[in-house]
């Protein structure tokens, strides 16, 4: 999803006036009822009646605001920081995340900038399948993700393992659970996006329920389990879906779970995935090095005070 898109759909929602919205973007009026249309077009509602001059909230598009302020607010947040890392200069390291990894690449940064303040780090969201080429051509210099390296050229090094959760509709008959199993919802449609958009993910969704020898009823999404028109299904009924535990932890997410979303552990064997940091072979660049080292480290201190903390045992 564009944050341009998501910005326009504040801005006009805060202004309830084009005119006065673009004033604020600093854009003419046509490219931000093209970003309003082009966001409507992809979650599939109306977010406003035009009631010239002035324009007026949907039922959907008033529950919608919320979620997206705190995205933009999320966004805007991220883009500061990196602006000051990279206006001090000297070195930049350019990193591609995967999807509901925030929290970890920020404890990371956080940490890196201890260690070296004058490094910038530029971010781009990149789906894990799209990071290896993204790698290959000097897009990124690290990047996140959960898929597994098949190339020569490429490193890789496991950081963590996350669970997966479960997405249903607050009225679900096991929507109170604090775990399930796949045998539990056998009977329920599987919110499925399309495999080439994340095929690691689907593979390994399927394969589960295979594994469980379930063969689930499939509905083809046009979104992913995280963005907001698969979410608006799973609070409708229409399904389930699952996602990992590092998108719960997204504030977006969570704020869904009082909007018609429960959101319950996956308790299923081999449903664990590895998170790794992945680089190009051979990099000379102590920028880079550097970054990695740091990378280990942040993993590796977060990993000790869980393993202090009263009462907590390893998964």
Known sequence: MDFRHLRAFVVVAEELHFTRAAERLHISQPPLSRHVRQLEQEIGVALFERVRPRVVLTTAGHRLLRQAQELVAASDDFLSVARV????????????????????????????????????IDAADLMSHEQADALLRRRIDVGFSRDPVNSSRLWSEPLLDEGLAVLLPKAHRFARRKALRLKDLSGDTLLLHDRKCAPVAYDRWLGLYAAAKIAPKVMTVPALPLEQAT???????????????????????????????????LNEPGSRISVSMVWRANEKSS?????LQSTRDAIRSKRSRRNEAPGYSAA
């Open 231 to 265: 979410l608006l299904l799973v609070a409708a009924g229409r399904g389930i879906c699952l996602v990992s535990e590092n998108v719960v932890g997204n504030s977006s997410l969570l704020s869904h779970r009082s909007q018609g979303i429960a959101v319950v552990s």
């Open 85 to 120: 890392l990279r206006d001090e200069g000297v070195g930049l390291v350019k990193v591609g995340i995967g999807p509901g990894l925030w929290r970890v690449i920020d404890r990371v940064r956080a940490h890196h900038a201890k260690r070296f303040p004058y490094v910038s």
């Open 287 to 291: 920028t880079v090095l550097q970054f």
